[in-house]
């Protein structure tokens, strides 16, 4: 089965730095990536998704993910991070079927 | 549209106790998901349902079981409750979206049940 690794189990930053969070997966074949946020104390919402053709994805927020089939990456990043982002992002595979797997999550915390 | 409702929203329960989370969903998907989030561990998939009538385990189905009652409704027992059951449940749905360049499934999360289990 297709497994999901995100590095960066907490990230610190001040509001306006750049963000890039790691995702790595590991699966050979065709793949749907994901990211999801979410803030405390709520459920998960859906930042933005890879199905196929151009690997640059942009979501919501800002947000925007590269797609690098060699790395089996799939790389989260914000030019410039608000407090409003202080969240926790998971990053999620498809490979083949509706099972979806997730990575461990990353915490980000935003100082004003 | 309400989306994905879940309850209960809290629960506590003592070992060896026995319930059932509920989760119910309005957008007319057919695949239901049940997860559970643990601290450092992400989402992990317990059961899911790929269509009304059916249902698989996931990574982690050991202590429970499911029920796809109909298309919308997908609910999730514990027969006797363990404390390493305490964790934040989430109810996911799903439908696939065809693109440009392909298809995927979507996945629309509930608000979630946190059951601590003591």
């Known amino acids: 089965a297709q497994s999901v690794s995100q590095h960066n189990h907490h990230v610190i930053l001040s509001e306006a730095a750049s963000l890039e969070l790691g995702c790595n997966y590991s699966y050979g074949g065709t793949v749907n990536l994901f990211w999801y946020v979410q803030y405390p104390g709520q459920h998960l919402q859906l930042l933005l998704k890879?199905?196929?053709?151009?690997?640059l994805v942009k979501g919501i927020k800002g947000f925007e993910a590269e797609f690098i089939k060699s790395k089996f990456s799939f790389n989260l990043r914000k030019p410039s991070v608000q407090w409003s982002d202080t969240a926790e992002y998971f990053c999620a595979v498809i490979a083949g079927n509706n099972d979806m797997r997730f990575g461990a999550g990353t915490r980000l915390t935003v100082k004003p | 549209n309400a989306g994905v409702t879940q309850t209960p929203k809290f629960q506590v329960l003592k070992t060896g106790q026995s319930m059932t989370l509920q989760c119910a969903q309005d957008?007319?998907?057919?695949?239901m998901y049940w997860y559970r989030q643990d601290p450092g561990m992400g989402l992990r998939l317990i059961y899911y349902?790929?269509?009304?009538?059916?249902?698989d385990k996931g990574e982690v189905p050991n202590g429970y079981n499911v029920s796809r009652l109909n298309k919308r409704e997908f609910s999730l027992r514990l027969e006797s409750a363990a404390p390493s059951q305490t964790s934040v449940y989430f109810c996911a749905s799903s439908e696939f979206r065809q693109g440009v360049y392909g298809g995927s499934y979507e996945q629309y999360f509930g608000p979630g049940t946190r059951l601590t289990v003591t």
């Open positions: 957008m007319n998907h057919n695949s």
């Open positions: 349902s790929a269509s009304e009538g059916t249902t």
């Open positions: 890879y199905f196929s053709g151009d690997p």
